[in-house]
């Protein structure tokens, strides 16, 4: 599993640090792009969501896709299209074109990070799948702190060549999805069955693995595509990820706004928004771990969230030093949650139906990434304060934690003949 996770996880992750940036600069753009285009905050709380509609629109099918053609085609196709479409930020004029072309970014990207997730159960049994999800999602925080000083930096290219600041940093920060495509063509493996990088031996054993895992769960009940699709537990997941997606998203585009209101330059702007993303890879790594070795998801998610919920009322606080103390704490709980999250629908779901119900999951959740944003510009146009906006965030991180609890139910089963406590959605039939 070591020679695994070598040769895989340093590239998807490195992938999803790319797609990460290419969502979520926008937020440094702002800084100057939302003047020379005439954008409110809200109409740039559309845009900044807007991405989650495509994403929602065509994520399901990008992971059937994905699924049948394998990831490494797939994979390679969609960080050469976001990477294009990044690009076109530099031909935005106005509201109508900077609306456009951060809906054709979420169908660009739609499928990337349930593709990956699906990705991960043909190599990953489940004993390892919350730390392999916390090394995934170490892209997320790590983007959002490297942007946040490169994006600043970049933004002081103002003027060269007649191009914007925020031009120049969307076509360069775009080129790193555009030269990695062939790199995924030659270096990704499917299956572990065509890795001619393991020894026989070591093929065989983590084939019979993922065998008896999936047998375990098919053979309580195998879920078609439709009946996924449809299943209650993953509409109940789909709601708990949508709440929590809203708390997340709703900081990523507004936090480098709300530090720039103290007063400080496009430079430490970055530097200072940097420093709740790095903090929370510390804790996510921690939360990880702890979940892997409890094998406890369901009081690691709640906990989180609260966390979360806390961290982003205090926020609230004028006092630039609280302020980011408490963003902080909250970046612990957002992030911390994921890795208890994502190895649950895989409890339950194999095959076509693991493509079709992680895909959903993450498309009906992200929306959150537009309700986010577009409440907090909404919020900050009516009020003129940002305020509200971080209590209506720490409200939908409480509700994730509340829906969790009632979602999330712990559930008694047989594993290699061994009693053990599952805190996954209960597998039973129902």
């Known amino acids: 599993m070591a020679k695994v996770s070598w040769r895989l996880l340093p590239l998807i992750v490195a992938i999803y640090f790319v797609a990460y940036v290419d969502r979520s600069n926008v937020a440094f753009a702002a800084f100057s ?27 399901i ?10 990831a490494r085609r797939w994979i390679a196709r969609i960080m050469l299209t976001w990477g294009l479409v990044s690009a076109l930020m530099v031909l935005v004029t106005g ?20 593709g990956a997730l699906l990705y991960f159960t043909y190599w990953f049994p ?12 170490l892209a997320v925080p790590g983007s959002n702190a490297v942007a946040s000083a490169v994006s600043g930096a970049l933004l002081r290219l103002d003027g060269i060549w007649g191009l914007a600041g925020w031009k120049w940093m969307f076509l360069l ?26 020894a026989p031996e070591e093929r065989s054993w983590l084939e019979d693995e993922l065998a008896a895992e ?38 990523t585009f507004f936090l480098p706004l709300i530090v720039k209101g103290h007063g400080f330059s496009d430079l430490v702007t970055g530097l200072v928004t940097a420093i709740p993303y790095t903090i929370g890879i510390i804790g996510m790594i921690l939360w990880a771990y702890s979940s892997d070795r409890k094998d406890e998801r369901r009081w690691h998610y709640i906990v989180a969230s609260l966390l979360a919920a806390g961290g982003l009322v205090v926020a609230a606080s004028e ?62 146009d ?9 209590f209506f965030l720490a409200a939908c991180a409480a509700l994730s934690a509340v829906l969790a609890y009632f979602v999330v139910t712990p559930s008694i089963e047989r594993r290699d003949g061994r009693r053990r406590l599952s805190s996954g959605p209960s597998i039973e039939s129902r």
């Open 33 to 59: 792009m939302n003047k020379q285009l005439g954008l409110t905050a809200y109409v740039y709380g559309w845009g900044a969501g807007i991405f989650f509609l495509g994403y929602f629109l065509f994520e």
């Open 61 to 70: 099918p990008s992971n059937v896709v994905l699924h049948r053609v394998g």
């Open 95 to 114: 509201p109508a074109s900077f609306l456009l072309v951060r809906f054709l970014l979420g169908v660009a990207e739609a499928g990337f990070f349930p």
């Open 126 to 137: 489940a004993a390892y799948r919350a730390r392999v999800v916390s090394a995934l999602f």
């Open 173 to 198: 920060e775009s080129l790193p999805a555009i030269l990695l495509a062939p790199v995924v063509l030659v270096l990704l493996t499917d299956r572990p069955t065509i890795a001619g990088w393991l």
């Open 214 to 251: 999936r047998r375990r769960i098919e053979g309580v009940r195998r879920l078609t595509l439709l009946e996924a699709l449809i299943d209650k537990r993953v509409i109940g997941l789909s709601l708990v990820y949508l709440t929590t997606t809203s708390a997340n998203y709703g900081i």
């Open 319 to 380: 006092s630039t030093v609280v302020s980011i103390a408490a963003m902080s704490v909250a970046a612990i709980g957002i992030y911390g949650s994921r890795p208890a999250f994502w190895p649950l629908p895989t409890a339950f779901l194999t095959g076509t139906a693991a493509a079709g119900g992680i895909a959903l999951v993450n498309s009906i959740g992200n929306l959150g990434g537009f309700i986010g944003p577009y409440a907090v510009g909404w919020i900050r």
């Open 382 to 390: 009516s009020t003129q304060s940002y305020e509200a906006g971080l």
